[in-house]
């Protein structure tokens, strides 16, 4: 009954940039860590960016100074905002969402459909 809808990705040139979004909905108590993963074509899928329920971050190192992950608690919404893009970042983002449920202790991993970002002259 959870779902994470991502939007936001697209086409744009080396050095521009792109906002990805993604919101929850559905029963949720509470979010936890929030983050976004990318997977390139014939690559193994990478954590890109995290963002805790207390607001810390962590990044890639790939992307480090150029990406910015964020969340609006109040919208179950977290956001990767891209920077001097690089066809290197080409790939399906995917957002994560650690929750909680109603009538369920445990946090547990959810994950959106993933959207294209594709950066090229």
């Known amino acids: 009954q959870v779902q994470l809808v991502e939007s936001g990705g697209g086409l744009v040139q080396p050095g521009g940039s792109l906002r990805l979004s993604c919101a929850a909905s559905?029963?949720?108590?509470?979010?936890?860590?929030m983050r976004w993963y990318r997977q390139a074509p014939g690559k193994e899928r990478e954590l890109v960016a995290t963002?805790?329920?207390?607001?810390?971050?962590n990044y890639a190192d790939s992307v480090k100074g150029r990406f910015t992950i964020s969340r609006d608690d109040a919208k179950n919404t977290v956001h990767l905002q891209m920077n001097s893009l690089k066809p290197e970042d080409t790939a399906i983002y995917y957002c994560n969402a650690n929750l909680r449920r109603p009538l369920l202790t445990m946090y547990i991993d959810y994950w959106g459909q993933g959207t294209q970002v594709t950066v090229s002259s």
């Open positions: 559905g029963s949720i108590v509470s979010i936890g860590a």
């Open positions: 963002i805790t329920s207390s607001g810390s971050t």
